[in-house]
């Protein structure tokens, strides 16, 4: 079983080895993603994405995104720097993540990005 540590007690989210994604905790962490076997799991404060097939990305948010076939990923609520340098996840943020694409380029998605856009960077 693959787990995503959610923080603070705002809930959890573990796929059992048939791929199924099964969540608990607040009512946003409630339930399972429809429509398995997923094939990854990363998650962290306000948000949960899974790999589903070669390169789709789901996330608790009801988003889907395809940005081709994925070596890995990572998701988190939008985080910042604060001032004396402590990094603070937001737990009221629309989730954040990026992948690993075949190609080596990185793709991320989230607040700090145009909505539903993929910015590939090369690494």
């Given at each position: 079983?693959?787990?995503?540590?959610v923080h603070?007690?705002a809930?959890?989210c573990?796929?059992?080895?048939?791929g199924?994604?099964?969540c608990?905790?607040?009512p946003?962490?409630?339930g399972?993603?429809?429509?398995?076997?997923?094939?990854?799991?990363?998650?962290?404060?306000?948000?949960?994405?899974a790999?589903?097939?070669?390169g789709?990305?789901?996330?608790?948010d009801?988003?889907?995104?395809?940005?081709?076939?994925?070596?890995?990923?990572?998701?988190?609520?939008?985080?910042?720097?604060e001032p004396?340098?402590?990094?603070?996840?937001?737990?009221d943020a629309?989730?954040?993540?990026?992948?690993l694409l075949?190609?080596g380029?990185?793709?991320c998605?989230?607040p700090?990005?145009p909505?539903d856009?993929?910015?590939?960077?090369?690494?």
């Amino acid at each position: 079983m693959l787990v995503a540590d959610v923080h603070r007690g705002a809930g959890a989210c573990a796929m059992d080895t048939a791929g199924t994604v099964h969540c608990v905790g607040s009512p946003r962490w409630v339930g399972h993603f429809d429509d398995p076997p997923y094939r990854g799991l990363s998650g962290s404060l306000g948000g949960v994405c899974a790999l589903k097939g070669e390169g789709t990305v789901v996330c608790n948010d009801g988003s889907v995104h395809e940005p081709g076939p994925v070596e890995a990923l990572v998701a988190a609520a939008y985080a910042y720097l604060e001032p004396d340098g402590t990094l603070v996840e937001r737990a009221d943020a629309a989730v954040s993540f990026c992948v690993l694409l075949e190609g080596g380029e990185i793709a991320c998605n989230g607040p700090r990005y145009p909505a539903d856009l993929l910015d590939a960077l090369e690494r």
